[in-house]
């Protein structure tokens, strides 16, 4: 079975552009979380949807939005780049969101802002 | 806000060597903590996890973590390290019910032939 995939799996953008990044998860999940790992942190928190409907936000400007489609993949969208938006962008799936559910992690999409 | 905390970015470990990493969380209600492994250029990996039940816990490639609640610590240890666990190796905790992870700042294991 396929597991959470992401795209694209680099991307490079100038400061002030808008970007979309991807994110299919596990056949059956119906949660997508999306977290961000800067460069020697651990990931923080960005966005969590269920069946189509955002049931959480972290600590993120509102220049950054997400949204769910009816087939569960979801995409992160961020707006007027900053350098520190540079980041490994982590997708992670789940069946629902009970703390029992096992998230599982796609591979990222690195972002380089210049 | 729950959180937990890693020290030491960096943790060098002999082949063979018992592998310990630290984590000690800060929660108002009963935690539900997590250890996530991630091998280079890939996603997180979950090792084991805490939900309240036994406090003693064994992962996948023979980690095992031991959740004190004096303590407030969730360390995780392996008493034999192999090559292979050289990897970033990150502490979680989430509110029950909500599945929303806080990370520690991790520890990069290098383990020495």
């Known amino acids: 079975d396929a597991g959470v995939t992401q795209s694209p799996t680099h991307l490079i953008k100038t400061r002030g552009q808008q970007v979309t990044l991807r994110c299919s998860p596990i056949s059956g999940h119906k949660s997508v979380s999306w977290y961000q790992q800067v460069l020697g942190q651990g990931p923080q928190f960005i966005f969590q949807y269920y069946e189509k409907e955002e049931r959480g936000r972290g600590n993120f400007p509102d220049r950054f939005s997400a949204r769910q489609f009816p087939n569960y993949s979801s995409e992160l969208n961020v707006n007027a780049l900053l350098l520190g938006d540079s980041a490994l962008y982590l997708c992670?799936?789940?069946?629902?969101?009970?703390?029992?559910?096992?998230?599982?992690f796609g591979p990222g999409t690195r972002l380089t802002v210049l | 806000a729950q959180s937990v905390t890693q020290l030491g970015s960096h943790v060098s470990v002999s082949e063979g060597a018992l592998v310990l990493l630290r984590c000690n969380y800060s929660s108002s209600v009963p935690p539900y903590l997590f250890w996530y492994v991630q091998y280079p250029n890939q996603g997180l990996q979950l090792l084991l996890k805490?939900?309240?039940?036994?406090?003693l816990v064994k992962g996948i490639n023979g980690f095992e973590a031991e959740f004190k609640k004096s303590e407030t610590s969730f360390h995780l240890t392996k008493p034999s390290a192999h090559m292979s666990d050289a990897a970033e190796y990150f502490c979680?905790?989430?509110?029950?019910?909500?599945?929303?992870?806080?990370f520690g700042k991790g520890n990069q294991v290098v383990v020495i032939p």
């Open positions: 979680a905790v989430s509110d029950e019910g909500n599945n929303r992870l806080a």
């Open positions: 805490y939900t309240s039940a036994a406090t």
């Open positions: 992670a799936s789940s069946l629902p969101f009970g703390v029992d559910d096992e998230q599982f």
